[in-house]
T-cell receptor, first 113, second 116 residues
Framework: DQQVKQNSPSLSVQEGRISILNCDYT??????FLWYKKYPAEGPTFLIS?????DKNEDGRFTVFLNKSAKHLSLHIVPSQPGDSAVYFC????????????FGSGTKLNVKP | GAVVSQHPSWVICKSGTSVKIECRSL??????MFWYRQFPKQSLMLMAT?????????EQGVEKDKFLINHASLTLSTLTVTSAHPEDSSFYIC????????????FGQGTRLTVV
């Protein structure tokens, strides 16, 4: 039973436009969320996180939005750059146990020049 | 900082043999290390969590006798796939936390295991 879902396996966006990657979760106990970025042949690297006490967290071109009632979060990248082309994973967990995060299946983003 | 190195990057082995994968934290002490497995187009599935000097905690459905995990030091954890079979072919990836306030874990580059 997958507790974190990324329903779009891939997304293609033109350079300079906004990329929106979506993630849904089912466990209402989850209160901490992370996004990771993964290039081919490399391990995932941490991108941005958000706690459930917030509904938005911004870091440069990356913004994560959290809708607790809908159990939905999204990652916005603006403006998108070709170097952003990668697989993006969202992860969710409980803040009382940072050792256990559940990952989505990833969304492959392709930013076209 | 916060680099995790995983070795080997890929390995092919014969059915019935054992394979060891190493995960090292290069510039921090990893009090907790995690081992994941990823099938094509699927999530990273947590296999086990290990704390330095103690036995690993395995997730439900993961055979502890088949996937031996050792976390003997604060910078090294190993995963040994014993008596490998073709269905064990997968992408295995480790991550590590430093036990501090940072919530994120740092990942190795993964190991592609193919059992023939």
């Amino acid at each position: 039973d997958q507790q974190v879902k990324q329903n779009s396996p891939s997304l293609s966006v033109q350079e300079g436009r906004i990329s929106i990657l979506n993630c849904d979760y089912t466990n209402s106990m989850f209160d901490y969320f992370l996004w990771y970025k993964k290039y081919p042949a490399e391990g995932p690297t941490f991108l941005i996180s958000i706690s459930s006490i917030k509904d938005k967290n911004e870091d440069g071109r990356f913004t994560v939005f959290l809708n607790k009632s809908a159990k939905h979060l999204s990652l916005h990248i603006v403006p998108s750059q070709p170097g952003d082309s990668a697989v993006y994973f969202c992860a969710a967990g409980e803040s009382n146990n940072f050792n256990k995060f559940y990952f989505g299946s990833g969304t492959k983003l392709n930013v076209k020049p | 900082g916060a680099v995790v190195s995983q070795h080997p990057s890929w390995v092919i082995c014969k059915s019935g043999t054992s394979v060891k994968i190493e995960c090292r934290s290069l510039d921090f002490q990893a009090t907790t290390m995690f081992w994941y497995r990823q099938f094509p187009k699927q999530s990273l599935m947590l296999m086990a969590t290990s704390n330095e000097g103690s036995k690993a905690t395995y997730e439900q459905g993961v055979e502890k006798d088949k996937f031996l995990i050792n976390h003997a030091s604060l910078t090294l954890s190993t995963l040994t796939v014993t008596s490998a079979h073709p269905e064990d072919s997968s992408f295995y990836i480790c991550s590590a936390r430093d036990g501090g306030f940072r919530t994120e874990a740092f990942f190795g580059q993964g190991t592609r295991l193919t059992v023939v």
